[in-house]
């Protein structure tokens, strides 16, 4: 899959939330950038060895621009520093994409819920249901009532957002919130992996839809060496068990895209022609798992011996 790459323009630095910096990216020429539809993200190449996901959280049918939110994060991994101390308004920055693996299903009623800069997919996804005439509520929890991105924003849905930060209402209150939800009902969750852990364990199969920011904790099987067939390459190589698909095809000279190697960016999801996936990514659904047709190749692996790969 070919995405659309190139240098955007910071034309704007603004203030969403304390630790949180909202930007704002256009074409340098003016050209119109891709359609995307909520839930989408892009990635944003820093530097070297430096490059992050990040949420749109603009409005889609804006094709000049697109806005993304940074929360700071003082023991991340230089990803959130780096845009919040050295990233100025007229800078240029490499992005790619947009890609989606949190799309916003129709049904007629939804249950929203964010925590922190988990807001920031949830955002285009509220004007969408709302504009579809659908039923809807927000629970949107944070630290601090000051640390929580676009409620000024959100504040012309009146009702339907209830805003609790934790230092004024304690825990998020899940129970409420998703007991007795109505047959149709879709559920989107997006925040810390604590809170999309506890939406799971009160949500029925098939109704939850999450996107983490971390990599989900995974009972993985015993790594074991394998083959990877690359079908469009005619190469058979050996993954050994400490190695991942990934690296080992990178280092046979195959070029594919990968951003965050731990199985949360989707980045990396490849075609499966022939073999049986060994899933621990975070990103695929129970269903894709169990059909078996991708895998991310930054984490998978192999619960046989041979899988076929479309590259």
Request: charged letters at 25%; proline letters at 6%.
């Amino acid at each position: 899959m070919t995405l659309y790459e190139a240098e955007l323009v910071v034309e704007r630095r603004e203030s969403a939330a304390d630790g949180v910096l909202a930007l704002t990216l256009r074409h340098p020429l003016g050209e119109k950038l891709p359609s995307w539809e909520p839930g989408a993200h892009i990635d944003v190449v820093l530097g070297p060895g430096l490059e992050r996901q990040y949420s749109l959280c603009g409005d889609p049918a804006d094709r000049q621009a697109w806005r993304i939110a940074v929360l700071r994060e003082p023991d991340g991994r230089g990803g959130s520093a780096y845009v919040h101390g050295r990233l100025d308004e007229g800078d240029k920055v490499r992005v790619r994409g947009p890609r989606n693996h949190f799309a916003l299903e129709p049904a007629p009623r939804y249950r929203f819920i964010a925590g922190g800069v988990g807001i920031t997919p949830i955002l285009s996804m509220l004007a969408a249901a709302e504009a579809a005439g659908a039923e809807w509520t927000l629970l949107y929890g944070g630290r601090t009532r000051e640390s929580m991105a676009f409620t000024g924003e959100l504040s012309r849905y009146g009702d339907r957002v209830t805003i609790a930060p934790q230092d004024e209402a304690g825990l998020l209150d899940l129970a409420s919130v998703l007991a007795g939800v109505p047959e149709g009902t879709l559920v989107y969750c997006c925040g810390p992996g604590p809170l999309l852990d506890a939406v799971e364990a009160r949500c029925p199969a098939g109704v939850l839809h999450v996107e983490r920011f971390q990599p989900k904790a995974q009972v993985a099987g015993e790594n074991t060496e394998f083959e990877v067939v690359l079908e469009r390459s005619g190469r058979t190589l050996t993954v050994a068990p400490d190695v991942s698909v990934l690296d080992t095809v990178r280092a046979a000279g195959v070029e594919v895209l990968f951003s965050c190697t731990e199985g949360t960016c989707g980045t990396c999801e490849t075609d499966v022609l022939d073999g049986a996936p060994d899933h621990r990514d975070s990103v695929l659904t129970d269903e894709e798992r169990e059909a078996g047709e991708t895998m991310l190749i930054c984490v998978s692996r192999c619960r046989g011996k041979r899988l076929v790969l479309d590259l």
